[in-house]
């Protein structure tokens, strides 16, 4: 079996957090029956995930690693290649790594991309003499009910890939993937897997569903046939006819219930300095009532599409809470999480500085917008208390080593500490870039304004660099350079 979506490699984008737990996906993936996995991290992704620039080196390490406990299994060079609509006009100054340095290449958009924006990217590429593979093309709100658009990038040379956790009936996406297998529209599926947790390798589960429900022909198909004519550049098997079956509604909802599937590595986070006033707070407005309404009619009339708006119901009667929330209400793993939302609305109440959110007022009616990115702020709020407390533990044993006699005693104390941190910095870029990509496409979904994530991401940077000057000017002190 294939499987040309993954973030597998360590120390890569928002992926495995080390190479041990790299390594336990790969093992999965084997026991799963995968013997050919491309390694897509993300490209030019907004967020800038670490490690994108060492992707050579770590990519050539990790195939060794990878060859000494699995001869047969073949692991492939790849990319999930973001692409904005700025980068559109002048898409040959952007990085492009194919699959397997193959014509095609596996594409990401904005959560909120239009058709044409869409279709754009797969011509330029086409002229620059690749094949586009949208990923997850189930993920797009503004084209996943519109058959005919789908049918326009696939006849301009696109190929459709899904995502398998898509296809199960606990997946928010599932009645999106039934109404385009019912189509024919798919042409491949893979893990589009990133850790061991909550979003793990594996293939065989859904390729023996898929087999049972549209047959063994058409698993066959999506699963072996076309991921391997894609590894070796070959084209695509031809689709059976496309059958249109009637329009599948979709819903989306929040996803502030998902941060409690995070796990709770202690990590630095931009947003509980904003409370502490180092940093600023976003321009989130405090809307009540109608101008929940205006506010987010504007950002619709913002659009060029006004009939996506139609479809995703939302129109002068504005998000409500209740019919934003609860419009999965009939998917049992997708109801939303009170305790976090009320979560939110305690912390606001508990500190003063968090009002700024809105978050501590009785009286202000909060937006959608508001609780989502208060969701988020939240979590990550708990997560910089948890990691302030690991580094507050580092720096006491640090300046118990750096008083050691023995120079060599202390300076393999030292490096002992040092290396430990750097492990503890990789696993919290690892949580803040995930939490950040998760809170961005949330957003993007429901047309929000997302320069609040990028405002996160900057001033974690901005932290890290802090608590690094903080480390080196105690050694320095000590008259120890060597960090
Ligand atoms: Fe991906």
Excluded: W
């Excluded at 909550?198 to 390729?207: E, I, M, Y």
């Excluded at 698993?219 to 070796?232: D, G, S, V």
């Excluded at 974690?460 to 350079?481: H, I, P, R, T, W």
């Amino acid at each position: 079996m294939f499987d040309i979506h993954c973030h597998m490699l360590p120390g890569v984008d928002d992926g495995p957090a080390d190479t041990e737990e790299a390594l336990e996906m790969i093992e999965a993936s084997y026991i799963d029956g995968i013997r050919h996995i491309a390694m897509t991290s993300h490209l030019n992704h907004p967020l800038g995930f670490p490690g994108e620039d060492d992707y050579d080196g770590i990519f050539c390490d990790f195939k060794k690693l990878v060859k000494g406990h699995y001869p047969d299994l073949e692991i492939y060079p790849a990319a999930e290649v973001y692409i904005s609509r700025k980068m559109l006009s002048e898409m040959d100054k952007i990085d492009i790594r194919s699959i397997n340095n193959t014509k095609y290449v596996l594409v990401e958009f904005s959560r909120n991309v239009r058709f044409h924006e869409m279709d754009m990217a797969v011509h330029e590429l086409k002229i620059m003499g690749y094949k586009v593979i949208i990923a997850h093309l189930e993920q797009y709100h503004s084209v996943r009910e519109k058959y005919d658009d789908i049918r326009q990038l696939k006849a301009d040379g696109a190929v459709i890939q899904c995502n398998a956790e898509n296809f199960s009936k606990d997946s928010r996406y599932s009645r999106v993937v039934e109404e385009l297998m019912k189509r024919n529209l798919v042409d491949l599926v893979a893990s589009d897997c990133h850790n061991t947790v909550d979003r793990a390798p594996g293939l065989r589960k859904t390729f023996d569903a898929v087999s049972r429900k549209y047959g063994r022909m058409t698993a066959e198909r999506m699963f072996l046939e076309n991921p391997e004519r894609i590894i070796k550049g070959e084209d695509l098997a031809a689709n059976p006819v496309d059958t249109t079956g009637k329009k599948g509604g979709m819903a989306y909802r929040s996803l502030i219930m998902k941060l409690a599937a995070v796990a709770a590595v202690g990590i630095v986070v931009a947003a509980l300095l904003m409370s502490k006033g180092i940093l600023p707070v976003p321009d989130i407005e405090v809307a009540a009532g109608d101008e929940d309404s205006v506010k987010y009619v504007e950002a619709v009339d913002d659009v060029e599409e006004k009939d996506v708006a139609e479809t995703e119901k939302v129109n002068d009667e504005g998000m409500k809470d209740t019919e934003y929330l609860d419009t999965n209400a009939d998917d049992n793993n997708n109801s939303i999480d009170d305790n976090n939302v009320s979560g939110y609305e305690n912390r606001g109440d508990e500190s003063a500085d968090v009002d700024e959110y809105g978050t501590g007022s009785e009286t202000v009616e909060k937006s959608d917008e508001e609780i989502l990115v208060g969701g988020y702020v939240s979590y990550l709020e708990d997560l910089e208390a948890e990691y302030m407390e690991t580094c507050e533990s580092y720096y006491t044993m640090l300046k118990a080593a750096i008083d050691i006699e023995d120079e060599a005693e202390r300076d393999a104390e030292i490096d002992d500490i040092l290396d430990e941190l750097g492990r503890v910095e990789t696993r919290s870029d690892n949580q803040v870039y995930k939490t950040l990509y998760d809170m961005q496409n949330d957003l993007e979904e429901c047309e929000y304004d997302v320069a609040v994530v990028r405002e996160l991401r900057e001033h974690y940077l901005d932290v890290k660099m802090e608590v690094s000057e903080e480390y080196k000017a105690q050694l320095e002190e000590y008259g120890n350079l060597n960090l």
